[in-house]
Structures are given as C-alpha cells and as structure tokens.
C-alpha cells in the first residue's frame, strides 16, 4: 500500500518519475506503474494499488485528457474523495473533473524548492491532516510504531507500567 497513487499517460514517465522521486524524498510513499514486480499482472498491481491508496495525484496533460486509464484511475480518487490533480500542461481537465480545483505545475522547473513544488507538498500534507486527523505519512507512521513498542518494551523491562 502506499500514500500517494501517480496517475499519468505513458508519454509523461518522465515528469511522473521526477515528481514521484520528490515526493519520496518528503517522506510519502508513492505508486507509480513502473514499479510492477515480475511476474505480477498490470492490471492486478495497479488495481490493487489504486484500491488501497489514500490519495490519488493525476497528472493533467495533453496525453492524460486522452487517456481512458488516466480518466478511470482519476475517477477512483474522485469517487473516493482522495483525487489531488495537477496540471502538468495548460490544458482543460476531462468532463467530471473541470469543478475540482488543480495544483499548477506548468512551470516547475523539476526543484524541490521552487514555489509550485511547495505549495503541492502543502497541499497533500493539508490534505492528509484533514481526512487522517493529523495522520502522518505511511513510512513515518512506522517509525512512529516502533518507536512506541521501544518504550513500552523497555518500561515493562524497567517492571514500569506508566506508558
């Protein structure tokens, strides 16, 4: 399972890869469809994934709008309540998703720092705050878990009960 699903058209790898790449580094664990195991299904994998994410990024482009994947894996988020587009191009988002508002990443020049970069980042981790009540990112929640299970091991050592 992982925070943050990528749907995007084969044409825009690269970007998603990027954007993917930066994403990790924040701290979210992220899907892509490049990352299928051997001998696992495309469509498992990626249903599977789809199925399980707590937030959907689509990535709108001049191949996304044509996509009928990226319109079905988009329309899974915007059903669920977990779809965050992003404008990768200045086009018109797909009927049924041109009232929900878009981060706009026309210009992000592929730079954890710059403005747009940011204000995603902004918007996810509001986003994770308002729908998890203040849930962190999925590989810090196991840092967090680990954490608790050490105290509470080394106060039952300690024969403390008061975690």
């Known amino acids: 399972m992982?925070?943050?699903f990528i749907s995007y058209a084969k044409e825009d790898r690269v970007w998603a890869e990027s954007l993917a790449q930066r994403l990790r580094k924040r701290g979210w664990s992220v899907f892509?469809?490049?990352t299928i195991p051997t001998g696992?299904?495309?469509r498992g994998v990626v249903g599977?994934?789809?199925e399980d994410a707590h937030c959907v990024i689509v990535l709108w482009s001049d191949a996304s709008i044509s996509s009928d994947w990226v319109h079905e894996e988009a329309?899974?988020?915007r059903q669920r309540g977990i779809l965050l587009p992003v404008f990768k191009e200045n086009v018109i988002p797909p009927i049924g998703f041109r009232h929900i508002q878009a981060e706009d990443l026309t210009n992000w020049d592929n730079k954890e720092d710059s403005?747009?970069?940011l204000g995603l980042t902004d918007d996810i981790r509001h986003y994770w705050?308002?729908?998890f009540m203040n849930v962190e990112p999925q590989s810090w929640r196991r840092r967090a878990s680990v954490s608790l299970i050490l105290v509470m091991y080394n106060r039952t050592l300690n024969n403390r009960g008061d975690y």
Do not use: V, Y
């Open 2 to 4: 992982s925070d943050i």
């Open 32 to 34: 892509w469809d490049r």
């Open 40 to 42: 696992k299904t495309w």
């Open 48 to 50: 599977k994934e789809l």
């Open 75 to 77: 329309d899974d988020g």
């Open 115 to 117: 403005l747009a970069f």
């Open 129 to 131: 705050h308002r729908l």
